[in-house]
Each structure stands twice: as structure tokens, then as C-alpha cells.
């Protein structure tokens, strides 16, 4: 029986139904009644699924809370193959016919309205980017989801030639330059609010490529606790951003969500008795209450000459888009050491390539040893759609890549998406992320002070307690989030 004064339960993100779940935590004696409802009301706060509140909240072990998940999941199950009852989408029809729909757009819309239409519908599929490709005879239109291209409609050349000279307009652009890059951005009326999009148009042999970046925050704001993090890597990064000064850095290849997660550290020590200022190039969302400059190097605004007049502006906290020159990597690392926090991103391999990198910017051991609070380290990974997972028996290649023993895990079940319309028959839907954080405390400092090779960093980290990518990738295929060829196809194992 329900608490009375329990919020509805409905399906989780895990396939598991939360009222199930709910119920047998409860019987069980895993989790009181007050406690239940403390974390139904955690996750309608915090717009995540009952599960996730739970481990935030840190009310029941991951372990356990897992395998009761996995309990449910094997009732659930349909036949001998472990189909798991698929959710209903609820943009099911949409996904099917999204195609339809935009090609009887290029017959009956005029084109400003198929302009809207096309970026209008890629809001609508949680699309990062709109890309416009010419072809000999042809343009396609692709959404990019999840990491991924997908094509949704095909323009004939002279109906894309009006498309393209609409967005330069809107963007305000040279509409009869063909023969230089450009960039702009324009603002989209979308079905809640208006959104800005980034435009930026090349010339290639066969004419004008278009690529749209749209640029939506998260749902819900910028949190720590949604990025795919454990909570004992929430607490930890937490507390790395709440110090007074020193420098937290975030590395990870192009795509792996650095700049969300530096977002969401800059909300998490956003107040009113803190000045925040940051350097971007470009700037991707607007936050309240932070001071955002956009490097403009035609006007002499460099990355570094923005951030020594930012340190005349009396900051308590930095944001540096990105260290990629020795000048930006000196000037914030030094500005660590003078009582402000610096957070940046950085391209790396993982938390102890981080330090290699700096080394090759000329930064001294002794610099980095005194200024360093912790490296984060990522890379985005899909999730397995909840509108058609199913689980399946694993087997011994697959159990030993997730350095499990076979003989000890007889019945281990994962899951992986058959493909629907919500998910563009790709058995994904959605992202998040894999995380290791090293914390650089008295040992670590040492070592660093001796310029010590990244792979015996690296070794002691772990044994320090850090919780690296693969451990963490490793997780996430167990537990039902990913598969274990998606974390194969981002090199985490």
C-alpha cells in the first residue's frame, strides 16, 4: 500500500516501474516509509527517476540497489529470450513520422516556414546540431543525436539555395559571399521559448555546407547529480569546487561534455557573495548572476589578455573555456595560486595525461604541486532506450571484457535496445556520462613536485581510491545504462 502522502509513481528511466520497485524496497525492509517518500520528492525536485534518487541520496548501496533492479527486470520478462514489457513512447508517432512531415513541408511550406519547420523539429528531437550537406545533384538535411547523423529529408539544390540564403539572413551574414566561412547566430521561436542557435557556413567543391548548433541547457539547470556521476564523485567534485582557491580542470576529447560539466560546477558555487567571471570562445549558454566574456581576437581580446584584466576585476571564481595555448595555461594556473578558483577544461586522455599536458605548456612541477585541486576526466556514452530494452543472457567474451570471472556469474543478464521509432531504430536514446575524478592531496602532490611519470600518477590515484573510466564504463553496462558496445565504441574498455 502506498504512503498516503506518496507522489505518484510512474516507469523509470531503467525500464524497471517505480511503483514496483517502490514497494519491494519498502516490504523488504530496505527502505522505510519516510525515507520513500523523501526520495520521491528528491526526484520530482531534481526531475530524475526514483533509482537515481536513491543513490544520490546514498539510502540504499548501488550494489543492492542494482540487483533488486535486476529482479524486477527477470520478472518482468517475457519468454525465453528475457523481453522486457517496452514502455509506450510517448513520441513514438512523432519519431515515425518526423520524415513525412518535413518532406510535405518542402511542398506546402514557403521558406521561412520550412526554415522554422526543419530547426523547429530538431528542438523537438533533442538534436545538438542541424547539418546541411551538398551533394552533386542534391542537399541532405541530418540531425545529430546522441553523438550520431541521422538524414531526415533530402532538398532539391535550388529549393536549399533559398534555405541557405534564409538562415544567412536570419543570422545576419554576407547573403551573396559563397566563397568565404562565415558564422552567426539567430534566435528560433521554439514551442515553449525562443532558443539561440550558432550558424556556421563553409564552402566546399560541391557549395555552401550549413551546420546549426543549437544550444539548450540542460532540462531542469546545470547539476552536478545529473551529469552520470556516482555520489561519492558528486560529493568529491563538491567539495573540490566550494575551495577557496587552486584549479579544478576538466579533460576529455572533443564531445565528451566538458563544457556541461564546467556549467554545472559554475552553478553549483553561484551566489551572491561571489564574483564570477568567465573567458569563452564562444560563449555557450547564458548564466544568471556570472560575468561571461567572449574572446574576440580580431579585436585584440585574446584569451590571455581577457583573463589578466578579469584578475583586475576582483574574481572569486574563473572560468576558462578552454586551456589550448601556453599563454592561457600560465596565466590560470598562476591566478590559482592568488586566492581565486580557476576551473577549465582541457584536452586529455584522463586525469593523468591532464599533467602531461601541462608539463608541455612549460609549467613547472613546483607551480602545478602548489596550485592543482583535482582533475575531472570523461567521456559521454548513450543510453539504452527504455521504449525497447531487452536483457540478455551474457556471455563468457562479454563477461571477461568486464573483467568479471564466468565461472562466478552464471545468469548475469545485460541489456541493449532493439531499435524503435523513439530511437531511430538505433536502441539509444539520450546520453550521459562516465567519470574519473583524481583529488591531488599530499601524496599526489609529491609526486607531481617531481614531475613523476603519468602512468605512476595514475597507478597511485587508483590505489588512493579513484574510480577510474573503465570502472566506471564497466558500471554503467551492468547496471543497465549503456551496452558494452557503446563504451568498445568510445575506447573506455
Not at 18 to 46: C, I, K, M, N, P
Not at 262 to 282: F, G
Not at 403 to 415: H, I, K, R
Request: include cysteine; aromatic fraction near 4%.
Amino acid at each position: 500500500m502506498d504512503h498516503p502522502n506518496s507522489p505518484p509513481l510512474e516507469e523509470s528511466d531503467a525500464g524497471v516501474p517505480e511503483r514496483t520497485l517502490a514497494e519491494t524496497l519498502v516490504r523488504g525492509g530496505f527502505l522505510s516509509g519516510d525515507r520513500l517518500v523523501g526520495a520521491q520528492r528528491y526526484a520530482q525536485d531534481h526531475a530524475c527517476d526514483l533509482r537515481q534518487a536513491i543513490l544520490e541520496l546514498n539510502l540504499i548501496p548501488a550494489e543492492r540497489l542494482n540487483a533488486l533492479a535486476f529482479e524486477h527486470l527477470s520478472t518482468m520478462a517475457d519468454g525465453p529470450q528475457g523481453l522486457v514489457p517496452p514502455l509506450t513512447p510517448d513520441r513514438a508517432e512523432f519519431e515515425r513520422d518526423i520524415r513525412v512531415k518535413l518532406k510535405e513541408a518542402t511542398a506546402t511550406a514557403q521558406v521561412p516556414e520550412l526554415v522554422e519547420q526543419i530547426i523547429g523539429r530538431a528542438f523537438e528531437c533533442r538534436a545538438t546540431d542541424v547539418h546541411l550537406d551538398p551533394l552533386p545533384n542534391s542537399y541532405r538535411v541530418r540531425y545529430r543525436l546522441d553523438g550520431q547523423l541521422h538524414e531526415v529529408l533530402e532538398l532539391g539544390t535550388a529549393l536549399a539555395g533559398s534555405v541557405i540564403s534564409r538562415i544567412k539572413v536570419a543570422s545576419d551574414l554576407n547573403i551573396v559571399d559563397h566563397h568565404r566561412a562565415q558564422d552567426g547566430r539567430m534566435t528560433v521561436a521554439g514551442a515553449e521559448q525562443s532558443q539561440d542557435v550558432r550558424v556556421s557556413i563553409v564552402p566546399t567543391s560541391l557549395g555552401e555546407k550549413v551546420v546549426i548548433r543549437i544550444l539548450k541547457g540542460m532540462t531542469g539547470g546545470f547539476q552536478l547529480g545529473r551529469l552520470g556521476m556516482s555520489p561519492r564523485q558528486v560529493e568529491r567534485l563538491r567539495r573540490l569546487t566550494t575551495m577557496p582557491y587552486g584549479a579544478v580542470l576538466v579533460g576529455g576529447p572533443v564531445g565528451a561534455g566538458k563544457t556541461t560539466t564546467l556549467y554545472s560546477c559554475l552553478a553549483h558555487v553561484n551566489q551572491s557573495t561571489r564574483n564570477l567571471m568567465t573567458v569563452e570562445d564562444p560563449i555557450e549558454y547564458q548564466l544568471p548572476g556570472v560575468n561571461q566574456i567572449q574572446v574576440d581576437a580580431r579585436h585584440g581580446l585574446t584569451s590571455g589578455e581577457a583573463l589578466r584584466a578579469i584578475l583586475r576585476q576582483d574574481p572569486d571564481v574563473v572560468m576558462i573555456g578552454e586551456i589550448r595555448d601556453e599563454e592561457t595555461a600560465q596565466v590560470g594556473v598562476r591566478a590559482a595560486l592568488t586566492g581565486v578558483l580557476v576551473l577549465s577544461s582541457i584536452h586529455a586522455d584522463d586525469s593523468a595525461s591532464t599533467i602531461s599536458r601541462l608539463y608541455n605548456y612549460g609549467l613547472p612541477g613546483h607551480l602545478l604541486a602548489t596550485s592543482l585541486l583535482g582533475f575531472v576526466a570523461q567521456r559521454l556514452v548513450r543510453k539504452v532506450c527504455p521504449y525497447c530494452r531487452i536483457r540478455y543472457p551474457a556471455d563468457e567474451p562479454s563477461m571477461e571484457a568486464l573483467g568479471l570471472e564466468p565461472a562466478a556469474n552464471q545468469g548475469l543478464f545485460l541489456q541493449r535496445g532493439q531499435g524503435c521509432n523513439a530511437c531511430f531504430q538505433t536502441g539509444y536514446l539520450g546520453r550521459i556520462g562516465v567519470f574519473e575524478i583524481m583529488e591531488i592531496g599530499e601524496e599526489l602532490r609529491d609526486l607531481i613536485l617531481h614531475q613523476t611519470p603519468k602512468g605512476v600518477l595514475r597507478q597511485v590515484a587508483i590505489e588512493l581510491g579513484m574510480h577510474p573510466l573503465k570502472r566506471g564504463a564497466i558500471d554503467k553496462v551492468l547496471d543497465g545504462t549503456t551496452t558494452l558496445e557503446e563504451v568498445y565504441r568510445v575506447g573506455l574498455i
